[in-house]
């Protein structure tokens, strides 16, 4: 499938995470040739040095004399926000070889960073028959945090209604706030073993289809122990779509939080 991202608006760091130039906000610079609102300071700034040259040479008398070449418009700033879900897998293969260890310390790292650039965070856990919106997006990381302390694993794993739920979660957000800039961190070893009504491969590649066509930035982090029986799912979705992918086992707070800051 050919994913085509829509998203025009442009973005720049400055203190929070990102901003972005708006038609809307406040004014922080001008640029030449646009049909935006003019920046009359820039403006007669740029025609100061011609007036007397244009009043000599002019049958008309006039305070201010202003050609097309002085126009200067304003271009706007506003900040969005960036939220950050993360999908956590607690179905009992988590619990094995100290893998839910890894994966909490992984998100309290990106918890921390998301902190500093006051982020909005949200999680969604999964374990058993179906997977839980245990955080709705909330700017309180330590909410995050204390629910995810107090996840326990067990049970199988419907990673199909894991992506699901998210999907359906940041599709009622970005409803609320079209500007923002989603971001899913799915945690997990990729091992489905709760279908719907397909083969797991093709379930779970329709509905990650569906997030990327929503412009939301997915990023795996794979918990799947390195053996001879790798069965390798999230590293295979993750190459078919070109997903941001890491293996928890050599994965670095620098190497996450790089990614997750490119997005502007």
């Known amino acids: 499938m050919d994913i085509k991202l829509n998203d025009r608006i442009e973005r720049y760091s400055s203190g929070k995470r990102v901003s972005s130039y708006s038609s809307k906000g406040s004014y922080v610079k001008y640029k ?3 049909n935006n609102d003019i ?5 007669i700034k740029a025609s100061a040095p011609f007036q007397k040259f244009r009043r000599e040479n002019s049958n008309k008398n006039l305070s201010l004399y202003i050609e097309s070449e002085d126009m200067k418009y304003k ?30 310390g992984a998100v309290v790292s990106l918890l ?13 856990a999964f374990r058993k028959d179906k997977a839980e919106l245990v955080v709705p997006f ?21 990673l199909y209604d894991a992506f699901t739920k998210a999907y359906e979660t ?13 971001i899913l961190v799915m945690i ?14 093709v379930e779970i590649c329709e509905i990650v289809e569906k997030l990327l066509e929503k412009n939301i930035r997915t990023i795996f982090i794979d918990t799947e122990k390195k053996s001879f029986v790798k069965i390798g799912i999230g590293e295979n979705i993750a190459k078919k779509y070109g997903i941001d992918y ?12 790089n990614t997750i800051s490119s997005v502007n």
């Open 39 to 43: 920046a009359f300071d820039a403006t």
């Open 75 to 104: 271009v706007k700033k506003k900040n969005i926000s960036t939220h950050i879900m993360f999908g956590v897998d607690a179905s009992g293969s988590m619990g094995v070889l100290k893998r839910m260890e890894a994966s909490k």
């Open 32 to 34: 030449s040739n646009s």
């Open 112 to 124: 921390m960073d998301a902190y500093q650039n006051r982020d909005k965070v949200s999680m969604v």
């Open 246 to 257: 890491y293996n928890i086992d050599n994965l670095t707070d620098d190497d996450i939080l």
């Open 138 to 158: 909330t700017s309180s990381v330590e909410l995050a945090e204390a629910n995810l302390v107090g996840l326990k694993t067990g049970g199988r794993t419907p």
């Open 188 to 201: 997990s070893d990729f091992k489905p073993n709760v279908n719907i009504n397909k083969n797991y491969f």
């Open 170 to 182: 940041f599709e009622i957000e970005m409803r609320k706030n079209p500007n923002m800039i989603p």
